[in-house]
């Protein structure tokens, strides 16, 4: 599995951004992808994700209501739009891949994430 991760860059807080993460290589019908992020001097943590078969998503509560995980399957691309960015959002941001549909409890667990792309960075600044 290969994963392109674009879209970061600088935002003032409460601005917005888009990443992309453009996937190949693998039956998109048997992949879980998903987005982490690591801040400096913190451990990685998962964002979200999304089951390619059915579009199930899940998401780390310091999101929810704010990013929103998609993904287009015509262009094999993985989206994670970010809004009311703030400081704290600030990291790089990596798309990882699981090749296999997680069940709903898996999806936010780290281990069974087998691929992961080089990362974008985010940087939320006034």
């Known amino acids: 599995v290969q994963l392109q991760a674009s879209g970061g860059g600088l935002v003032q807080p409460g601005g917005s951004l888009r990443l992309s993460c453009a996937v190949s290589?693998?039956?998109?019908?048997?992949?879980?992808n998903a987005w982490f992020r690591q801040a400096p001097g913190k451990e990685r943590e998962v964002v979200s994700s999304i089951r390619q078969f059915d579009a199930s998503t899940s998401y780390a509560d310091s999101v929810k209501g704010r990013f929103t995980i998609s993904r287009e399957r015509a262009k094999g691309t993985v989206y994670l739009q970010m809004n009311n960015l703030q400081p704290e959002d600030s990291a790089v941001y990596y798309c990882a891949a699981a090749t296999r549909n997680l069940i709903k409890s898996s999806m936010l667990a780290p281990r069974y994430y087998d691929f992961w792309g080089q990362g974008t960075l985010v940087t939320v600044s006034s």
């Open positions: 290589g693998f039956s998109l019908n048997g992949l879980t």
